[in-house]
């Protein structure tokens, strides 16, 4: 019987557009599994001004 690998990966990011009414900016997190995308929002805001990170 053969032993199927599965992969997974996840990814934390900054939605710099939707920012929120005191200025901050929500942190989400995705979570892929052999290809398959489940996002969310965390619990968690960031200041939009300290936001210096660019794709």
Do not use: H
């Amino acid at each position: 019987m053969e032993k199927k690998t599965n992969y997974f990966s996840l990814l934390f990011f900054i939605r710099k557009t939707r920012l929120l009414k005191n200025g901050e900016a929500p942190i989400c997190l995705r979570i892929t599994v052999n290809g398959k995308r489940a996002e969310m929002q965390l619990s968690r805001d960031v200041e939009g001004s300290n936001c210096n990170c660019e794709r």
